[in-house]
C-alpha cells in the first residue's frame, strides 16, 4: 500500500439509522425491543453500502476514522435539561433561543445554570451556523444506540485484520455546555475543556492523505459541521482531496434544503462528490 488513501466515517452509529427489525435487538430489562433514537431516513442503506466500500476497496485503503457521538444523558441538547415556563415538559426538536429564554418561554431545570445557557446560546447565534436545538437522547455513553451500525464494524472490522491497522476513533459530544456536531470542534469551544477545541492533531492526520473519503450521518448536521470545519482548517491546497460519497450520507427529515446547499457550498470549493460506486471504482484502480 503506497497511496494515502483516508475513509473518514462521521456518526454511523445506531441511534442514527433506521434500521430493520432484524436489527433491532430486545433491552434485557425491559423486555423491550431496542429503536433507535433518532433515525434518519435513509441511512440503513447509507451504511449498507459504505459497509460494501470498505469491503471492496480494503485493499487500498491506508486509514480509517470513525468519529462518534457521545453523550450523557445530561446535556444542554437534551429535553431533560429543559422545561418550559408553567414547569412541563420541553419536547424533542424544540428550537430554543436567547430571546426565548430571556422571555422567560424556556429555563434550564437548574435554575443555577441560566447565566451559563445565557451565555453559550449569544455566543452560538453570533457565529451564525445554528440555533440551539432540544433532539432527543440520543447516543448515550455505553448505551446500544451509541453503538457503530454493525454493517460497517463487521467491514471495519475485517479491514484491521486484513491492514493489521487500528481505525482511528474520535468521541465528541460529551461536554454537557456545548453542542459538538463537527468531529473538528465543537459549536462554542469551552476554554476549560480541550476536548472542544479545534483538533490541531486530526486536521494533521487528514492532511497527510491524497485523498480523503467522507461517509456518515447525518448529511445536514454532523458531516455538514465537520466537513465545514476541516475545509476552513486544512489548507486551500488540500481542499480538493476531499470527497463526499453523496449516497453514504442523508439528511435529517426537514433540513433537506440545507444539506443541498452544503453540498453545492463543498463542491464550489473544490470538494469532489461522488457515489459509492465511483468511490469503490477509484480504491480498486489504486489498490
Known sequence: ????????????????????????????????????????????????RLARLINYGREALSDI??????????????????????GSAVTPFTEISAATVRAGEFQPRQPVALPRVLHYLDQLEATGRYRLMVW???CEIGSWGHNVHEDVRQAYAQW????QRVVHKLNKGSNPWTEHYS????????????????????????????????AGEAGSHCVKATVEHIVAHIG????ARLALITD????????????????????????????????????????
Request: with cysteine; glycine share 2%; aromatic share 6%.
Open 65 to 86: 476514522s470513525i468519529t462518534l457521538d457521545s453523550h450523557h444523558r445530561y446535556d444542554i441538547a437534551h429535553p431533560t435539561f429543559w422545561q418550559r415556563a408553567d
Open 183 to 214: 468531529a473538528v470542534m465543537a459549536e462554542v469551544p469551552d476554554a476549560d475543556d480541550p476536548a472542544t477545541a479545534l483538533n490541531t492533531a486530526f486536521i494533521a492526520r487528514l492532511a497527510q492523505s491524497e485523498r480523503i473519503y467522507v
Open 248 to 287: 453514504c450520507m442523508s439528511p435529517v427529515a426537514g433540513f433537506e434544503a440545507a444539506y443541498q446547499d452544503f453540498l453545492l457550498a463543498m463542491q464550489a470549493r473544490g470538494v469532489r462528490l461522488l457515489s459509492a460506486a465511483q468511490a469503490q471504482a477509484e480504491l480498486v484502480a489504486s489498490a
Open 236 to 239: 486551500a491546497d488540500k481542499v
Open 1 to 48: 500500500m503506497s497511496r494515502k488513501l483516508h475513509l473518514l466515517i462521521i456518526d454511523p452509529q445506531n441511534d442514527f439509522c433506521d434500521l430493520p427489525a432484524a436489527y433491532c435487538p430486545v433491552d434485557p430489562v425491559s423486555g423491550q425491543v431496542r429503536a433507535p433514537a433518532l433515525p434518519v431516513a435513509g441511512a440503513h442503506q447509507d451504511m449498507l
Open 136 to 138: 432527543p437522547l440520543h
Open 160 to 163: 484491521e485484520d486484513a491492514q
